[in-house]
């Protein structure tokens, strides 16, 4: 089955400057990348997700990049700010004979990304 | 105005006991999901569920049975609830189709914590 790694497992970065989180997925069948934010005791919350389809997208702020080469996909945050601090978790999704009732998300580990002031 | 929401927020029991949480959503979608999140954070899929039907049953010890009533409700009942059950469970929703995968919306998410 699919497998995520995610790296890295922390990040401290100061405001104003770059984030950058990497995973690698298993199953060059998976054709669809969520990236999810989860504040502390909340729940986790869609930020940006990219397609097979598609080698980047970008949202303000946020960007993912995707080489399905290389099986890796990157989410980027520029001119971070302290509520961008959070676990961010990827998550990759392979079809299958039962993906039009829904899709199964292998997620990676989380980053705890620490945006200091 | 909830889109997903799950009953109770915090759950605290004994080992041995059996306990149900519930989860509705406003959403309209056919598919609803549990996803379990031990104390490293890792989220991971239990269920899903395409109206009514069930889907997904990854490896789930089957002290776990997940009913859902209609494609609204999907309800996550736990058997004998052991030590290593402690976790948030996460609800979650989404639409279906070929035209997919879509974006799953989650819950608030129940802290079950088994004494």
């Known amino acids: 089955g699919e497998n995520v790694e995610q790296h890295p497992s922390t990040l401290s970065v100061q405001e104003g400057d770059s984030a950058v989180i990497k995973c690698t997925y298993s199953d060059s069948a998976s054709n669809y990348f969520p990236w999810y934010k989860q504040e502390l005791g909340k729940r986790p919350q869609l930020i940006i997700d990219?397609?097979?389809?598609?080698g980047e997208k970008k949202d303000q702020r946020i960007a993912v990049t995707l080489n399905k080469t290389a099986k890796h996909f990157s989410l980027h945050i520029t001119e971070t700010q302290p509520e961008d601090s959070a676990v961010y978790f990827c998550a990759a999704s392979t079809p299958s004979s039962l993906m039009e009732y829904g899709n199964k998300l292998v997620f990676g580990a989380g980053t705890i990304l620490r945006v200091k002031s | 105005d909830t889109a997903v929401s799950q009953t109770p927020k915090y759950l605290v029991t004994q080992m041995g006991n059996d306990k149900s949480i519930k989860c509705e959503q406003n959403?309209?979608?056919?598919?609803m999901y549990w996803y379990k999140q031990d104390s490293k954070k890792f989220l991971k899929i239990m269920f899903s569920?395409?109206?009514?039907?069930?889907?997904i049953n990854e490896t789930v010890p089957n002290r776990f049975s997940p009913k859902s009533p209609d494609k609204a409700h999907l309800n996550l009942h736990i058997n004998s609830l052991e030590l290593g059950d402690s976790a948030v469970y996460f609800c979650?929703?989404?639409?279906?189709?070929?035209?997919?995968?879509?974006?799953?919306?989650f819950g608030p998410g129940t802290r079950l914590t088994v004494t």
């Open positions: 959403l309209g979608h056919d598919t």
């Open positions: 990219i397609r097979s389809n598609v």
């Open positions: 569920y395409n109206n009514k039907e069930l889907i």
């Open positions: 979650a929703s989404s639409q279906s189709g070929l035209a997919g995968p879509y974006e799953q919306y």
